[in-house]
């Protein structure tokens, strides 16, 4: 039964087998974590480029088709053009 009974060290080399076995599992999961942001940059830039130019290009104008209020309209030196159109017809 020993063999399967586990085994207390004590000092400074059961603390350094636990130091470097949390830095590995530290390090893995670092390497992970930019590796999968890496491939999911590197898919949008090469699979889905086409996709995004065309959005960005149909978002660059946006066309707005409004009627503006108008004014009274004034001519110089006559006075006002409506009165001028009542006076004509």
């Known amino acids: 039964m020993e063999y399967f009974s586990p085994k207390v060290k ?6 350094s087998k636990t130091i470097s076995r ?5 390090g893995l999961a670092k390497v992970a974590f ?3 942001i890496t491939s999911r940059l590197a898919y949008l830039q090469l699979f889905k480029s086409n ?3 065309q959005l960005s290009d149909r ?6 088709k409004e009627v503006p209020e108008r004014g009274v309209i ?8 409506h009165q001028i159109i009542k006076f004509i017809s």
């Open 74 to 81: 004034m001519i110089l030196k006559i006075g006002l053009l």
């Open 22 to 26: 949390r830095g590995f599992v530290l």
């Open 59 to 64: 978002n660059r104008y946006r066309e707005i």
């Open 34 to 36: 930019f590796g999968i």
């Open 51 to 53: 996709e995004f130019k």
């Open 10 to 15: 004590k000092g400074i080399e059961s603390k």
